[in-house]
């Protein structure tokens, strides 16, 4: 009932891989940015990574660099968090977000949002 539902999260060790997914019910998918973020209790929702409408160019937070890669498949309406080497820092409720304008690192540009889905990485 929700434009974005996450999926995929859980707990994992150290050094582990997850792959999130968020499916949209959004019309017209593939004309809108999308984007990760991650948020603990007590601090502010930070970026991630984000991808334009096409697929044509991505983006990452320097702390994520080289472990994640997000990518989307307009035909399913899917966007993806593959995420590789995982350490306890990783740990927060990550959050998908769609965006009509141009992509951004600033979570007041996305316009719709799903509820999250819960990382756990222990040490």
């Known amino acids: 009932q929700v434009p974005l539902v996450e999926s995929g999260g859980g707990l994992v060790q150290a050094g582990g891989s997850l792959r999130l997914s968020c499916v949209a019910s959004l019309r017209t998918f593939s004309t809108y940015a999308m984007g990760w973020f991650r948020q603990n209790p007590g601090k502010d929702r930070e970026f991630v990574a984000a991808?334009?409408?096409?697929?044509?160019?991505?983006y990452y937070d320097d702390s994520v660099k080289g472990r994640f890669t997000i990518s989307r498949v307009n035909a399913k309406n899917t966007v993806y968090l593959q995420m590789n080497s995982l350490q306890p820092e990783d740990t927060a409720v990550y959050y998908c977000a769609a965006g009509k304008r141009v992509v951004t690192t600033n979570p007041a540009d996305y316009d719709y949002w799903g509820h999250g889905t819960q990382v756990i990485v222990s040490s």
């Open positions: 991808i334009t409408w096409d697929g044509g160019s991505t």
